[in-house]
């Protein structure tokens, strides 16, 4: 298979980006559920990986909207 007969990485990655979703959405409510029975430290951990993936997903986004420019 040569490189242009390849489907876009939009195509490939596509289902599996709603399952991090999913995945980081179930880490949030795991956060809270766990900063709500007392368990600080499991909730930073949880929360501190959240706020990663969000600011990861922020740089991502900033720079596919700068390439379409």
């Known amino acids: ?5 390849r489907p876009p990485l939009s195509e490939i990655f596509g ?3 709603g399952i991090r979703i ?3 959405i179930a880490a949030f409510i795991a956060a809270v559920v766990a900063a709500i029975s007392g368990r600080w ?7 501190a990986g959240v706020v990663a993936h969000l600011l990861g997903w922020l740089y991502l986004y900033r720079k596919a909207m ?3 420019r």
């Open 1 to 5: 298979m040569s490189v242009s007969d």
């Open 15 to 17: 289902p599996l980006n």
């Open 22 to 24: 999913v995945l980081v």
């Open 41 to 47: 430290m499991v909730a930073a951990i949880l929360f």
């Open 66 to 68: 700068e390439e379409r």
